[in-house]
Nanobody, 114 residues
Framework: QVQLVESGGGLVQPGGSLRLSCAVSGTIFRFYIMGWYRQAPGQQRELVASILSGGTTNYADSVKGRFTISRDNDKKTVYLQMNSLEPEGTAVYYC????????WGQGTQVTVSS
């Protein structure tokens, strides 16, 4: 059974930075395209960044140039470095493969506010 455990969220001022981590277990991690998703209050969950096994990345236009996704296949962990955070970035952030497993982790709350 796959398990996804996100961490690293918190309260940050506009313009600040956070680094999220996601530990994956119960599956063959290295072959999957991994992604970070977010869900803001009242909105649908959206994919903001993805990374192939070999490291090729892709980003939503809203985060391009500010967020960086990376992965460690040996540690079965995926990361999201978020810089220049904006209030619109307030959401619960989740990691999952692309397309996602049926299972989701608990997510990590990111709140961008002064």
């Amino acid at each position: 059974q796959v398990q996804l455990v996100e961490s690293g969220g918190g309260l940050v001022q506009p313009g600040g930075s956070l680094r999220l981590s996601c530990a994956v277990s119960g599956t063959i991690f290295r072959f999957y395209i991994m992604g970070w998703y977010r869900q803001a209050p009242g909105q649908q969950r959206e994919l903001v960044a993805s990374i192939l096994s070999g490291g090729t990345t892709n980003y939503a236009d809203s985060v391009k140039g500010r967020f960086t996704i990376s992965r460690d296949n040996d540690k079965k962990t995926v990361y999201l470095q978020m810089n220049s955070l904006e209030p619109e970035g307030t959401a619960v952030y989740y990691c999952n493969k692309k397309p996602p497993f049926n299972e989701w982790g608990q997510g990590t709350q990111v709140t961008v506010s002064s």
